[in-house]
């Protein structure tokens, strides 16, 4: 194995793009960002159940919190490794998990994949996506990338200035405008996956309508643990309905 | 309301200074060894990759995306406030992954976005989110995921791939429409959605990749000056 993989590596022409995209080191930096993540996660934890009480939370709200965060992403979570398994051929696995599974998101990584090996003239996962065009195209992703942390890293305590003296001066601005942002987000996100497809239209159409029936039964049940569970269930029926309606339309 | 924005609690402060501080310093971390993998690859492995190699690719990809990296920091820090930006932009898949699962965490203990008992509420969410995500990807990807892509059938992977966003969005707007409870702002954001893709972009495809900006924008300015006033 390991004479196979030093020979491969070797030779950047090579289109057995497995012997450096899962080369050992590549782990080890990928298994670095999950270590940083999850320390991460720990303080963040900690610094808001010790601030949760001076705002009048409890720790079981907190507690309730968390879960529902956890429970709400086991849907996405398992449809964004579904798709991170059909890239591994292309990538490797520790490029996916980092690149697709963290960091970024299919769509701009895949997208960013293919504009940098077409530079080079090359196809992604063609016969000329050589061992040197993986390593190209997964160093152009990795700054890309990059860039949105960049931006994240200087931005966040300017807009943070910015914020709190917007509140300071007009106090109603930041009781309205979060949840007025949110809803203008997801209102965009919507409409703009409609006119892609009729299939995918329908699919928003099955997710809506199952999310909206189980939070009116989450309420009329008084049943908090429905909240949490509602994400999980209406991509599940939306992702069950639009599986059967692609291969029935494309068989 | 339920919160004061102007007199900050004692803990609280602490809390900014915590996640401000620990944010920045593990996101410069996360930055460092995303690079450090593909740096070494290039500097050590012999393929025979040239400084204009790395120059000609990334500059094709900067073309459509650098604009991108500074427009949806700027979209989503109204939404998640300061603390879970560092989160957010680190774990990544955010619109389909970590703002459900901060919305759905809001949701649960009735704390409105915007109001500090939602600030926490919401990053207790992606913290819910991130071990969820960072444990499953760990198991089904990095341990199993060679043996699952022999056994999955490409169909399902592919319908996946292709409804992924559809299946989740649909329910996350009809979640943070019950989480927000504002009819008026609910109302303009949709006017706003439909104008934006059917009008605004098609007219100057150079927007495209603004349309979700462009709605968050336009729905807080629009919304702001439409408030109900006593």
């Known amino acids: ?251 | 309301m339920t919160t004061s924005t102007i007199t900050r609690p004692a803990g609280l402060h602490e809390f900014e200074r915590t996640t401000s501080r620990w944010g920045r310093i593990t996101m410069v971390a996360g930055l460092l060894l995303s690079l450090a993998g593909p740096l070494y690859i290039a500097l050590f492995m012999d393929l025979g990759i040239t400084l204009a190699h790395v120059i000609t690719a990334y500059l094709a990809v900067a073309t459509t995306f650098l604009v991108f990296a500074i427009v949806e920091p700027i979209t989503y820090f109204p939404i998640l406030g300061p603390a879970a930006m560092y989160q957010a932009f680190m774990i990544g898949n955010i619109a389909n992954k970590l703002l459900p699962a901060a919305i759905c965490a809001q949701g649960r203990i009735d704390a409105k976005p915007g109001t500090k008992q939602g600030d926490l509420a919401a990053v207790m969410g992606i913290c819910g989110a991130a071990i969820v995500h960072l444990t499953s990807l760990l198991v089904f990807v990095g341990i199993l995921g060679t043996w699952l892509l022999s056994a999955i059938p490409e169909s399902v992977t592919e319908v996946a791939r292709l409804y992924i966003l559809p299946s989740i969005v649909g329910a996350v707007l009809v979640q943070a429409i019950a989480s927000v409870k504002q009819l008026r702002p609910t109302l303009i954001s949709l006017a706003v959605a439909v104008v934006v893709v059917f009008v605004v972009v098609p007219a100057v495809p150079a927007l495209t990749y603004f349309g979700t900006a462009l709605g968050v924008v336009a729905t807080a300015v629009i919304s702001w000056f439409a408030r109900p006033r006593g």
């Open chain 1, 1 to 251: 194995m390991s004479s196979t993989f030093a020979a491969a590596a070797a030779n950047g022409a090579s289109t057995d793009i497995g012997a450096v995209a899962n080369s050992p080191i590549l782990w080890v930096f990928a298994l670095g960002v999950f270590a940083v993540i999850f320390v991460q996660t720990l303080i963040y934890m900690k610094a808001a159940r010790t601030a949760g009480s001076t705002v009048g939370l409890e720790r079981k709200d907190l507690n309730r919190a968390l879960r529902s965060g956890a429970i709400s992403s086991i849907g996405p979570s398992l449809a964004v490794v579904l798709v991170a398994i059909a890239l591994l051929a292309l990538f490797g696995t520790p490029a996916v998990l980092v690149r697709i599974g963290l960091i970024g998101s299919v769509q701009t990584e895949v997208a960013s994949a293919t504009i940098a090996s077409a530079a080079l003239g090359a196809d992604l996962g063609g016969p000329d996506y050589t061992q040197q065009v993986f390593a190209v195209a997964l160093i152009a992703m990795s700054l890309s990338g990059g860039a949105w942390m960049l931006a994240t890293l200087i931005l966040t305590p300017l807009m943070k200035r910015g914020g709190n003296k917007l509140s300071e001066v007009n106090p109603a601005v930041m009781a309205l405008i979060p949840g007025a942002a949110l809803l203008g987000a997801f209102s965009t996100l919507v409409v703009s996956e409609l006119p892609k497809s009729a299939l995918g239209a329908l699919t928003i159409l099955v997710s809506t309508i199952v999310m909206a029936a189980l939070l009116l039964l989450a309420k009329k049940l008084n049943a908090g643990w429905l909240k949490e569970w509602a994400l999980g269930i209406a991509i599940s029926v939306a992702l069950v309905f639009a599986y059967f309606a692609h291969t029935a339309t494309t068989a």
